[in-house]
């Protein structure tokens, strides 16, 4: 039965950008606008440059995947570090909500969706991963959301899903898709899906995939392997693949820039970044938290620098991938995902990490 999607509007706070107004000098009279303040439970966006708070929109409890498509901002609830063991939450709250940036409007898209992964269309759509528990009967599905209708585009059902969180990417015109959080599931293979039949196959890889980056400019699509210790690097024309180990104890949330593919290691606070061309040569990149035991939960490029999110440290970290520079962000709420563009730094917070 094909499933309808069903906006749901929800509470949101919208602030203006700290501004200011009137010519600086004798006589005149300067107006400053507060930064607005940072409440639990939403997401937040930040000022590049200047890492203030510009915006803040609330979006539910345990907000965490944060995504940016068709001019939206696209966040998940209830899918890290809530679930038990390797088995999806059944509390009927993993949802995702479509952020305007513009008017500061959340709208809950309902229909029967149980988001364990989500990642952008180059359309501006969004694709979204089910997972469903096994008493729940449902079959798993990818769905791809219209931006701006809500409306479920496509419905593909695929293998798998069982799990809390299932990797999704978008590469050489195809949705890739990885599920190393269900046991059940083949974790040692991808499924690269045809986003406009449904049609999909299996590719063999030598690790475990996690979470997807796709390099546009060498054709690959990265992908960690969390329980190796490694990434690994598939050729997405022929389908060869390499691993490559990081030093990480378990790396998580691959991103690329340029010809550098970083990721977050979620047991210990660092960060790696790898040489794409030549040999990987691996380096750790310290996050000097005052929590000793925070990991990395998220990691994202954009607006110039790679950022990386501490929850058990409450801190947001930009690093600039030029110079390795690390500059904290400290955060009053744990920062969850993150994700970044021309428009700033959004960053989902909790009430608390878990």
Same mark, same amino acid.
Do not use: H, Y
């Given at each position: 039965m094909k499933r309808l999607a069903l906006p749901i509007a929800i509470v949101a706070a919208l602030t203006p950008a700290c501004s200011s107004s009137g010519a600086v000098g004798v006589g005149s009279v300067t107006n400053l606008v507060a930064p607005p303040k940072i409440v639990p439970n939403s997401v937040v966006r930040l000022n590049p440059k200047t890492l203030e708070p510009v915006q803040v929109v609330p979006v539910g409890d345990h907000p965490d995947l944060v995504v940016d498509a068709g001019g939206y901002i696209w966040v998940a609830r209830h899918i890290l570090g809530v679930a038990g063991g390797n088995s999806p939450a059944n509390t009927g709250n993993r949802t995702i909500t479509r952020v305007d940036p513009s008017t500061g409007t959340a709208t809950v898209v309902?229909?029967? *969706?149980?988001?364990?992964? *989500?990642?952008? +269309?180059?359309?501006?759509d969004v694709w979204v991963a089910n997972c469903f528990s096994r008493k729940s009967g449902e079959a798993p599905d990818i769905v791809r959301v219209d931006a701006r209708t809500l409306g479920f585009n496509a419905i593909w059902p695929v293998p798998g899903g069982n799990g809390f969180f299932r990797g999704v990417g978008y590469g050489d015109g195809s949705v890739w898709l990885s599920d190393d959080s269900d046991p059940s599931y083949n974790a040692d293979a991808v499924l690269r899906i045809n986003p406009r039949t449904g049609a999909h196959r299996s590719i063999q890889v030598e690790r475990p995939a996690g979470a997807f980056a796709w390099s546009e400019a060498h054709g690959d699509m990265w992908m960690n392997?969390?329980?190796?210790?490694?990434? @690994?690097?598939? +050729?997405?024309? +022929?389908?060869?693949?390499?691993?490559?180990? @990081?030093?990480? @104890?378990?790396p998580a949330f691959p991103a690329v820039t340029?010809? @550098?593919? /970083?990721?977050? +290691? /979620?047991?210990?606070h660092r960060v790696v970044r790898i040489q794409m061309t030549g040999p990987p040569r691996p380096q750790s990149i310290p996050l000097p938290v005052h929590n000793l035991s925070a990991g990395v939960w998220n990691l994202a490029a954009g607006a110039g620098y790679v950022w990386a999110t501490t929850p058990g440290d409450r801190a947001l970290w930009r690093i600039d991938p030029h110079t390795d520079a690390v500059t904290r962000i400290s955060m009053p709420y744990p920062p969850i995902g993150v994700t970044a563009n021309a428009g700033g730094v959004w960053v989902s917070v909790r009430r608390v990490a878990r």
């Open positions: 309902g229909g029967g *969706l149980a988001p364990c992964g *989500l990642t952008a +269309d180059p359309s501006g392997n969390f329980p190796s210790g490694s990434l @690994t690097r598939l +050729d997405a024309k +022929d389908g060869a693949s390499s691993v490559i180990e @990081t030093g990480a @104890t378990n340029g010809d @550098t593919v /970083w990721a977050g +290691d /979620w047991s210990a």
